[in-house]
């Protein structure tokens, strides 16, 4: 991917002191590219930076990780997108998985609906093997895309024998292959979202700070605590809050209540409310890549992607401490 990045955005990635950064450099293959009067990084330097100084040796514990609501509109898909993206500029190597028809993390991946390209429902009825249809769409990240065929999935997906595990079959085997496995899902209880949770190591609930939305999220961790039974196995969940509004009364209630009512599942990173999540949906490219450090966006998907890490990797510290 063309994108270049300032040493201060690499700091603030990973963590590193400017000065550990520059006497790195030195030693390694990596140098500068000179842009104007500013000097900037590849991409593909500021992920070996970026993981050299923060995220060097972490071990992924919670591989599968799903983006799950069966509300629409609460941020499934910039969430995904955004974190996929953050943790292959942290040097990790992700598949990222549209399971919505709407395919709106696909074409923010650089997909067009006119493109020839094969889904989930290849891969699940057609029998393509996953590798084959899985595109690489920048360096770490590979992209299994979505299209309108994911609409006629459901009927076969349903007629299948141990039809809630075929997902968890398919990506058995290439499981070793990622670092992480990122799905982003259509807001509905059907078939494939049991599936994909069912196969997930971490569900990852996106909520807005909303009145409704709270209401909708207690109907859904019903929903998932009687799939846990039904299936007999544990799922373990957290909650994004997203779309946070400082300034009105009921966002602030709505985190409040969160706080109160989910201590063990929330998140201590919260999405803020803020242009910059459409704008990168309309120029189809994840915030880090083009905005301010200072953006809100830019600032909360860091903070959650770097509480995600901590989460989801052995070794408990995702700083290198002794930043050398
Ligand atoms: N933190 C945020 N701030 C501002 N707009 C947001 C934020 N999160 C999501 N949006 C916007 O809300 C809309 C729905 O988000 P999306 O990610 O498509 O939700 P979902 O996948 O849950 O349907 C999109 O227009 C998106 O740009
Ligand atoms: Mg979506």
Redesign the pocket.
């Known amino acids: 991917m063309e994108a270049f990045f300032s040493q201060s955005v690499i700091c603030y990635l990973s963590g590193a002191i400017p000065s550990n950064v520059s006497r790195y450099m030195t030693s390694s293959d990596i140098s500068p590219v000179k842009r104007g009067k500013r000097k900037s990084f590849s991409y593909q330097d500021t992920r070996k930076l970026v993981k050299h100084f923060g995220y060097k040796g972490l071990v992924p514990k919670k591989k599968v990780q799903v983006?799950f609501?069966f509300?629409?509109?609460?941020?499934?898909?910039?969430?995904?997108?955004h974190i996929s993206s953050f943790f292959a500029l942290c040097g990790f190597n992700v598949l990222v998985v549209d399971c919505?028809p709407?395919a709106?993390?696909s074409y923010s991946w650089g997909f067009d609906i006119y493109d020839d390209y094969k889904t989930l429902y290849d891969v699940i009825v057609n029998h393509v093997p996953f590798e084959e249809a899985v595109v690489e769409v920048c360096e770490g990240v590979h992209c299994l895309p979505s299209n309108l065929s994911l609409t006629r999935l459901e009927l076969p997906l349903n007629q299948m024998p141990n039809r809630e595990r075929v997902f968890g079959k398919l990506i058995s085997p290439i499981k070793d292959k990622y670092d992480f496995i990122f799905i982003?899902t259509n807001?509905t209880i059907s078939t494939i979202n049991r599936n994909v949770t069912l196969a997930s190591d971490e569900l990852n609930v996106?909520c807005e700070t909303q009145p409704y939305s709270l209401r909708g999220l207690e109907i859904l961790i019903d929903e998932i605590l009687h799939l846990s039974e039904v299936m007999d196995m544990q799922i373990s969940y957290k909650i994004i809050p997203?779309?946070?509004e400082s300034k009105t009364a009921t966002s602030q209630e709505a985190l409040g209540k969160l706080r109160l009512d989910y201590k063990n599942h929330l998140m201590n990173s919260v999405?803020?409310?803020?242009?910059?999540?459409?704008v990168?949906?309309k120029r189809m490219l994840p915030v880090f890549f083009w905005g301010n450090k200072n953006s809100n966006?830019f600032e909360?998907f860091c903070d959650l992607g770097k509480e995600m890490i901590e989460n989801s990797t052995s070794q408990g510290t995702f700083y290198n401490t002794n930043n050398q």
Do not use: M, W
Request: aromatic fraction near 8%; charge should be neutral.
């Open positions: 983006f609501n509300k629409g509109g609460t941020g499934k898909t910039s969430v995904c997108y919505d709407q709106h993390l982003d807001p996106v997203n779309k946070y999405i803020r409310k803020c242009e910059d999540v459409n990168a949906a966006a909360d």
